[in-house]
C-alpha cells in the first residue's frame, strides 16, 4: 500500500530503530532497517496484522503461494505464474493461511479484544513528529486520542510469564513509550530530555499465539513499565545522535567500541564447580 511504502521510506526515527540501537548498538540499526524479505515467522506476523488490522486490504498486501512442488518443471512454471502476480506483496504458505485463520478466529473471540477494537478510532495510525529538530515517526496499531495505545504481536508462547520476559527482551516497553510521546498524551513531545507523565495511557499488548490453540491474552502495561521503556528512549536517541554526527564528520564507527573490552564471566558460570 502507497501509504506504508511512504512511511518505511521516511528517514527518520522510529521504536524500531530504537530498540535496535538499545539491543545491539547504532551500527546495527542502521544495517536493519534495509528492506528485506523477512523470516517466515515475521511474514506470519505481517500477514496476521494484516488479517486483524486491514482485512480489506488483505488482497493488495499479502498473497498465498500455490500448493506445488517446485523441485519440477511443472511445479517451477506455477510458481513463476504466481510470482508475476505477487509483486510487493508479503508471502505466506498455505499452511500459514491456515494458521492465521486461526488465529483470528481465537483473536476476535477474546472480550477484551473486541473492547479495544470498539474504542480506538484510528488503525494503522501513522504520525510524523520531531525531537530536538530530528525528524521522527510512529506507525500504531490501534489508538484513541484519550490514551489508549493497542500493538497486535504474534508469539510462540503468551502466557503471563512467558510473555513478560518476552516483553522485555524484545523492549515493548520502549515501543509503547514511544508510541504515548508521539501521540502527544505525555508532555511535549518535541524533547528527549523532558520527564513524562505515563499515568493517563492506557497501553496493551494483544498477544496471539502462532500455533495451536491460539491463545490470546491482553497486557496492559503499567505507568512504571512505560516510565523505564522512555528512559531507554531517551538512551536509544543519544545514542544515535551520536552516532549520526560521527558519520557526519566521517569517523570511523564501529558496532560496540574500538578499544578491547575486558570479559568477565556471568555469575553462573564463575560459581560453577
Not at 34 to 49: I, Q, S, V, Y
Not at 145 to 159: N, R
Not at 232 to 253: P, Y
Request: include cysteine.
Amino acid at each position: 500500500m502507497e501509504y506504508k511504502d511512504n512511511y518505511y521510506s521516511r528517514d527518520a526515527i522510529s521504536a524500531s530503530l530504537l530498540k535496535s540501537v538499545i539491543k545491539q548498538s547504532a551500527v546495527h540499526a542502521e544495517e536493519r532497517m534495509k528492506p528485506t524479505e523477512g523470516t517466515p515467522a515475521t511474514r506470519l506476523g505481517t500477514a496476521f496484522h494484516a488479517s486483524i488490522l486491514e482485512p480489506e486490504n488483505w488482497s493488495d498486501l499479502i498473497a498465498v503461494s500455490p500448493a506445488c512442488d517446485r523441485r519440477t518443471k511443472v511445479g517451477k512454471e506455477v510458481y513463476a505464474d504466481f510470482l508475476k502476480t505477487a509483486a510487493n506483496k508479503t508471502i505466506i504458505t498455505p499452511d500459514q493461511d491456515q494458521l492465521i485463520a486461526g488465529m483470528l478466529q481465537s483473536a476476535r473471540a477474546h472480550p477484551e479484544v473486541l473492547r479495544l477494537f470498539e474504542e480506538c478510532y484510528a488503525i494503522e495510525f501513522q504520525t510524523f513528529f520531531d525531537i530536538d529538530g530530528i525528524d521522527c515517526k510512529a506507525m500504531i496499531d490501534m489508538c484513541h486520542e484519550l490514551g489508549t495505545i493497542v500493538d497486535v504481536k504474534t508469539t510462540q508462547d503468551a502466557s503471563p510469564e512467558s510473555f513478560k520476559k518476552a516483553s522485555a527482551n524484545w523492549l515493548y516497553h520502549l515501543q509503547l513509550a514511544w508510541y504515548a510521546n508521539a501521540m502527544g498524551i505525555v508532555g511535549d513531545t518535541k524533547n528527549i530530555s523532558e520527564p513524562k507523565d505515563f499515568s493517563q495511557v492506557n497501553a496493551y499488548i494483544i498477544a496471539v499465539e502462532s500455533s495451536p490453540p491460539f491463545g490470546v491474552a491482553v497486557y496492559r502495561f503499567s505507568s512504571e513499565a512505560l516510565a523505564s521503556g522512555w528512559k531507554l528512549c531517551q538512551r536509544g536517541f543519544k545514542i544515535w545522535q551520536e552516532h549520526k554526527l560521527n558519520v557526519a564528520m566521517g569517523d570511523s564507527t564501529f558496532p560496540y567500541t574500538n578499544e578491547v573490552l575486558e570479559l568477565e564471566l556471568p555469575y553462573w558460570a564463575a560459581e560453577r564447580k
